[in-house]
């Protein structure tokens, strides 16, 4: 069975320091989505994709957050600089695209601890 | 948005089966209600979805009220693997340049079964 994938599973960094995230979608899904889980929270939607172009980041701290998919398959979540707040679970999800019947696949996630 | 509630903790015995509520009042008629649950440390699982009629599939059945207010996520035989946080979302559509699209999913707080043996 197809999965979404993710690196690294988990990462520890200082504050201050950048941070970036990896994500390979299910094949052939053009639509992929960035969420970030803080502990004890449900997963809030960063950013999402159709294909290559970012069609809703508007809750992506624009002045750290960045992300891209430039090939429109996998995608990088970067976080530069990483603050103490950035600690949390970020995880991808892809779909075959973004219409309310199409079903988003989650990845495991990477566990992020910024010290 | 439409926007769920669901109780925070719910016990189930190994073997039975678990209900779990959720309510979405707001729902408008043409959103969807989807159902996630997520085991401890891993990503979340789709279970199943619908918009108003019942829906069964190899893991869980829901049910939805006539009046769409309310949903109820069924898992027929409930093992110690189905420990865990279910989420239950109403998916809505968002305005972009090319007119609506249904995209993100909104979590909310979810229940959190646990199955006892």
């Known amino acids: 069975e197809a999965e979404v994938a993710q690196s690294p599973r988990y990462k520890i960094t200082e504050k201050s320091q950048a941070v970036a995230f990896w994500c390979d979608p299910i094949s052939g899904h053009a639509t992929l989505y960035w969420y970030r889980q803080i502990l004890g929270q449900g997963p809030e939607l960063l950013v999402q994709?159709?294909?290559?172009?970012?069609v809703d980041d508007s809750q992506l701290p624009k002045d750290r957050f960045s992300a891209e998919r430039l090939k429109g398959v996998d995608s990088t979540l970067k976080i530069q600089p990483a603050e103490l707040g950035d600690s949390a679970m970020y995880l991808c999800?892809?779909?075959w695209g973004p219409g309310r019947q199409e079903t988003q696949y989650f990845g495991p996630g990477t566990r992020l601890l910024v010290l | 948005d439409a926007k769920t509630t669901q109780p925070t903790s719910m016990d189930c015995a190994e073997g039975r089966a678990a209900n779990l509520p959720c309510n979405h009042s707001?729902?408008?008629?043409?959103?969807?209600v989807y159902w996630y649950r997520q085991i401890h440390s891993q990503g979340p699982q789709y279970i199943i979805h619908?918009?108003?009629n019942n829906e069964t599939n190899e893991m869980a059945s829901l049910i939805i009220t006539e009046d769409r207010k309310s949903s109820t996520l069924i898992l027929p035989h409930a093992t110690l693997r189905d420990t865990a946080v279910y989420y239950c979302?109403?998916?809505?559509?968002?305005?972009?340049?090319?007119?609506?699209?249904?995209?993100?999913?909104?979590f909310g707080q979810g229940t959190i079964l646990t199955v006892h043996p």
């Open positions: 619908g918009l108003k």
């Open positions: 979302i109403v998916r809505v559509g968002f305005p972009n340049a090319g007119g609506t699209s249904y995209g993100k999913l909104t």
């Open positions: 707001t729902i408008s008629g043409n959103e969807y």
């Open positions: 999800a892809s779909s």
């Open positions: 994709f159709q294909d290559e172009s970012v």
